[in-house]
């Protein structure tokens, strides 16, 4: 016997609870991952060699998972959504055992670039699955839920990457993914039953084509500018040139393809164009201040690498309350404009507090300013999603959670690469007027320093260092505080269209806004 998804009011399901549970292990397994290779990679190189090429183990990722993120909504909403899904778990799961049994840093990088390829997936699908099966009224709490497994992955990431790197070696930080994935594969391949599609159109392979080149371009002109090359070098500018010519293309060919990969049309929908404009400055701020909060504290509060991760609680355990919260209210009350003018608002003040610290700032006094941020945070990060889905008809839900994930994937790019350069820019002049020619020295390959490097300065180079971190994370929030101002203009102007509590036909509501139907899901 087939079972309906019931509406706010009823019951779920107890098999849709198993596969919300399999949805939870995919996404810890994509936010996991970075995570835990990123302690490892020290032992990595110590046993692998390849010190020249160690960023391209990251870059490898991340570029594969944001060419590839458009493409996994477009073929779950062309092909069905579960397909789609579990051929990104197996291609994950594939590339993890790979890296684990790699011989040399340039068969890590390729078995990276394959887990990239199906951590892709794995976010969209889980975003496009819960927008199927849960209609929106009812989807705040689960969202919210969502957001609490990216705040943990965060926290214990580092955590349990140092103690499987520890005690079973760097090979297990990959090889941990086999028994989770399997889990989550069999959980949703037993649960989960969506109805079958079979589009007559084919993919449309020249927009794949452009978008991946645009977005490859871009992601490495962010991840090279200013480290690997000079923002002005000819490398740079060609990378520009190919992946603003690549987009413009892309645009032009999407209106007219038989089936876009990324259907215009839902920016029309004012509330899906906000979405996307505050995904990507919500992305751009979380990522900059998760890089900059750990090297201050280290070098200027005198953390450890493992507590300079536990004092992110504060901000993270903020993000994860209020995401709870916001997701319950919108649940019960069907109102969420709220959320991002007060997210937009909190997350001003939390910058700016935080671009007040300087070398005597306390950790209490530095917690509470993360906290604050991390309540603007939590207003935003899901609620961002949700709005977008209820914006698009059923048939785009693919392809809007993957373009909102999309847009976040390249704000956090943007962030880590504009406020690591003003960063960088900043502790290398405040080096240069304390510490002279030796203050150059010391950062002239790199602005940042690890704790051993650190302990080995002269006290007046070591001191000067503190107040040149201090200056550059100030310059960094300032800029965070910036950027974040049109976050709240945009919250202005979102319409506060109803969320539906169960399935009905779509129907315009008032402004034009799309109210898309909530999906039929056979579970057993």
Not at 83 to 102: E, N, Y
Not at 122 to 138: F, K, Q, T
């Amino acid at each position: 016997m087939a079972d309906t998804v019931e509406s706010v009011e009823g019951k779920k399901p107890r098999s849709v609870r198993v596969v919300l549970l399999a949805l939870m292990i995919a996404m810890m397994l994509a936010m996991l991952d970075n995570m835990i290779v990123g302690t490892a990679m020290p032992t990595i190189v110590g046993e692998l060699g390849g010190l020249e090429h160690l960023s391209w183990v990251v870059t490898g990722y991340t570029l594969a998972t944001a060419a590839s993120t458009p493409i996994w909504g477009k073929v779950g909403d062309m092909y069905g959504r579960k397909g789609a899904f579990l051929s990104s778990i197996v291609i994950f799961l594939i590339g993890s055992a790979l890296s684990g049994m790699a011989q040399n840093m340039g068969e890590l990088i390729g078995f990276r670039a394959v887990q990239g390829l199906g951590a892709g997936g794995l976010m969209v699908g889980v975003m496009a699955i819960i927008g199927d099966l849960i209609p929106p009224r009812e989807r705040g709490k689960y969202t919210g839920m969502m957001a609490g497994v990216m705040a943990l992955a965060m926290i214990g990431g580092p955590l349990v990457g140092g103690t499987i790197t520890d005690n079973w070696g760097w090979r297990w930080s990959f090889y941990i993914n086999l028994p989770l994935g399997a889990v989550a594969l069999v959980l949703v391949s037993a649960v989960l039953h969506l109805p079958k599609k079979r589009a007559k159109a084919r993919i449309d392979f020249l927009g794949v084509a452009l978008l991946t080149v645009g977005i490859t371009s871009i992601v490495l002109v962010t991840t090279w500018g200013g480290t690997e090359y000079a923002w002005t070098s000819a490398r740079i500018m060609e990378l520009t040139g190919i992946g603003v010519a690549s987009l413009v293309g892309f645009v032009f060919w999407q209106t007219r393809a038989a089936e876009p990969v990324v259907p215009l049309h839902m920016f029309r929908s004012r509330n899906f164009t906000l979405m996307s404009v505050i995904g990507f400055i919500t992305g751009f701020v979380m990522f900059g201040a998760t890089l900059f909060l750990p090297l201050y504290q280290q070098a200027v509060q005198g953390a450890s690498a493992t507590n300079s991760g536990l004092l992110l609680l504060p901000m993270l355990g903020a993000m994860l309350v209020t995401s709870m919260v916001a997701g319950r209210v919108t649940t019960n009350s069907g109102r969420y404009k709220i959320f991002p003018i007060a997210g937009g608002a909190l997350m001003i003040v939390g910058l700016y507090l935080l671009s007040l610290m300087d070398t005597d700032t306390t950790r209490f006094t530095s917690g509470v300013y993360m906290a604050v941020l991390g309540l603007g945070m939590g207003c935003l990060m899901q609620t961002t999603m949700l709005v977008a889905q209820n914006s698009v008809e059923m048939k785009d839900m693919g392809v809007a959670s993957s373009s909102t994930t999309l847009v976040r994937t390249l704000g956090s790019s943007f962030g880590v690469a504009i406020m690591g350069a003003l960063f960088n820019h900043r502790v290398q002049d405040v080096m240069s007027e304390r510490a002279g020619t030796l203050g150059s020295k010391i950062t002239e390959q790199s602005a940042q320093l690890d704790a051993a490097s650190l302990a080995k300065l002269p006290a007046v180079a070591r001191e000067a260092y503190q107040h040149a971190v201090s200056g550059g994370t100030h310059s960094a929030f300032v800029l965070g505080a910036a950027v974040a101002i049109p976050v709240l203009i945009a919250a202005f102007f979102v319409k506060e269209v109803p969320l539906r509590s169960g399935p009905q036909k779509p129907a315009p509501a008032e402004g034009g806004e799309d109210v898309a139907p909530a999906a039929v899901i056979e579970t057993v």
